[in-house]
Nanobody, 123 residues
């Protein structure tokens, strides 16, 4: 059974930075693509970024390009999301997700999800 646990959320002022981490346990980590999604109050969950098997391919939502960086550490079995130049509109619960294939932004293809971590950005 694959379990994902996010950490690193918090409150920052606009222009600040946070790094989210997702720890993976169970399953065969090397065969999973990893993604980050977010859900703001009153809005649907949306794709943020994804990283492929072995970290070779990455994809980003247009609204985070140049500000966020996704990465993964196969030894530590973690995936991270470095978030710079945060904006109030980045306020949301951020979810880590995993899939046996590289699903990119296709939310329905992800099979395993974490519980989420809150990110709040004040102006």
């Amino acid at each position: 059974q694959v379990q994902l646990v996010e950490s690193g959320g918090g409150s920052v002022q606009a222009g600040g930075s946070l790094t989210l981490s997702c720890a993976v346990s169970g399953g065969t980590y090397m065969y999973y693509g990893m993604g980050w999604f977010r859900q703001a109050p009153g809005k649907e969950r949306e794709f943020v970024a994804s990283v492929s098997l072995y970290g070779i391919k990455t994809d980003y939502a247009d609204f985070v390009k140049g500000r966020f960086t996704i990465s993964r550490d196969t030894v530590k079995r973690t995936a991270s999301l470095q978030m710079n130049d945060l904006k109030p509109e980045d306020t949301a619960v951020y979810y880590c997700a995993a899939d046996p294939n590289y699903s990119g932004s296709l939310e329905n293809e992800y099979q395993h999800w974490g519980q989420g971590t809150q990110v709040t950005v004040s102006s």
